[in-house]
Every structure is written in structure tokens, then in C-alpha cells.
């Protein structure tokens, strides 16, 4: 008899299994989170309908669901083709692509300073793209575009549930993360405009960078906006705002009353979130360029007091410019 064993070769776990295993203990450990959203959705469903509504209330505004605000009927159709048919499909950008004004000269004073702009579910390339050149406009500076691409409404809204309620946020923030991380370590200041769904990667943003020993070093330079938040929370650090005399990071948020993703978002969860917040609790819609981004621009919200207003038109907001984080309109 042979001295030698033949080797038995051990079955790998399935990776299918493992991950919907993990899945399952996600769903049961996340019960409470998902039951509270569950009951949000119910009790302000009543607003999905104002979600695109009114399709372009401001004048000059290029509404992203108006086949007339696109180069073309080719890109409409994408936009329209993207948000039905369930798919994975690539960025346009990570954070490589400067959308800028018309006619934009770069100060060099300028330049020690990166915004990014984080777009909400549903969005293709050519949307991205579209309310990436309208926040450059309304603040007259580039604007590098984070794209996190659409897999399609119902796999979108279930990253957004799961990367909320569940916080398996890696794989829908993880992208976001490294650039930011990245421009924190080399600019003086760092900008989010942040949108939808962007709200919940901007909250994995913070969390990560205020854990990083060496990134909270650089945190007092961030600068967090989120625009119509779908977010559940958004925290900054108490001892970090004590040392620098303003919050860090520095957070602010606007919201439309009568938006059913703020109204889940950031209106249902004032106790978990820092920063001010800017309602007109009247106002429909939840579309960044047909419902927000005007009227931010305008100081609609704030009473041309936010942080963010004095950004808009290519100004500057001074060292005296930070709004206290309990302040709410």
C-alpha cells in the first residue's frame, strides 16, 4: 500500500451562497431600520406624484425629463432607455471630468479649492452630465463629476435602501471615497454638492474620513451640501467643530417640503442629522435642475444666508460664513 494518500480536494463555499447568507443577516439585523422606512413610504406616498412635477417651474433651466434640454433625441432616449431596462453599466466619470461654465477662466486663487458634484439614482450619462453643467452655472466654477451610473429604477432604489437602511455602502461608495480622499490630501478646500441619493454616499464619505486617522486631520476642509437628501443621517465631529469654530465637516441641507425623498430623507430624520437645514416646506419636486438648483442659487432657502449662497454666481464665502448645525428654517 502506497505511503502516499491521494489529496481529497475541498469544495470552495459557494461565493452565490456566502453573499446571500450575508444578505439574510443584513435583512434580520437591519429589520428595525427597514420596518421605520417601510412606514415612511406609506405615510408620504401621497407626494410621489410631485417627485417630477412640475416639469420645469424655473425659466432657463435645462429639466432633465424635457427631450428639448439635450443635444440631441439620441441622448433623451438613453436617458429614458437607462432608467427602465435593469442592467450594471459603467460611470461616465469618477471624478476625472470638469464640467465647466460657458466662457470660464480659471483664477489661479481658485485652483486650491476641488467641488465635486454626486448625482441621485436613475441617472445616465448624458443626466449627469446635464446637472453637472448646471451647478457649474449656477456657481461658476468646475465642477468634477462623480457619476454613480444607473442599474436601472428598481436595482437603484435598492442599492439606496440597502446602502441606507442596511449601510452596505461599499460598493455603491467606495469610488466616491477614494477621490475625495485624494483631494483632501492635496487642496486646501474640498466641496460636495451632493443630490438624492448622492446624499447617502456623502454620508459613508464622512463616516470614513472622520475614522481615518490621518484623513481627520484634513476634515476641517470639507465642505458637505446635500440637495434634496434621501439620506438617514449625516454626523460630524464635535471635537474636530470645537478646535476649527464651525462644524466639521462642514455640513448644510435644502430641501422642498413637499419632496417624498427629503420628506424619508432628511425631514424625517432631524435628530440624526447635523448641519442646517433649509426647507420651503410648501414647494414641490425633487429634481435637482428643475426644482432646486435655482432657487438655492437665488437664496431662496436660507434667506441668502447659507454658506452655499455665498459660493453662487463665482463668489466666495469668508471665514465668518458658517451657519451653526442646529439652524433650521
Known sequence: MSQYQPLVKLRQPNNTFQKGNKLVRRLIGGR??????????????VELPWIVFPLQPEKDTHAELLPTSYP???????????????TERKSVSYGTLAVLPTDYVWPQEKRQSKWFFINGICTSPAMALLEAREV?????????????PTAG??????????????????YLSRPAFNIVKNALLSHEKVVLTTYSQGTIVASYIVRKVLKDPVLRQHAHKLEVYCIGGAADSLHIDHALSAKHGHSVPYVEHFANG??????????????????AIFVIPDKKGHMLNS?????ISRGDY???RSRLFKYANGGEAGAHDYIPPDRRR
Open 72 to 86: 440631441s433625441y439620441v441622448d433623451y432616449l438613453s436617458v429614458v432607455v437607462q432608467m427602465i431596462i435593469p
Open 136 to 148: 457649474a452655472a449656477a456657481f461658476q466654477r468646475p465642477i468634477h463629476l462623480i457619476h454613480t
Open 302 to 304: 436660507c434667506d441668502q
Open 258 to 275: 413637499k419632496d417624498f425623498f427629503a420628506r424619508v430623507g432628511v425631514l424625517a430624520h432631524y435628530h440624526d442629522t447635523s448641519g
Open 32 to 45: 428595525q431600520s427597514l420596518l421605520r422606512d417601510l412606514r415612511l413610504v406609506l405615510t408620504h406616498s
Open 153 to 170: 429604477v428598481v436595482r437603484d432604489l435598492w442599492n439606496a435602501i440597502t446602502a441606507r437602511s442596511l449601510r452596505k455602502d461599499g
Open 291 to 295: 426644482h432646486y438648483i435655482k432657487g
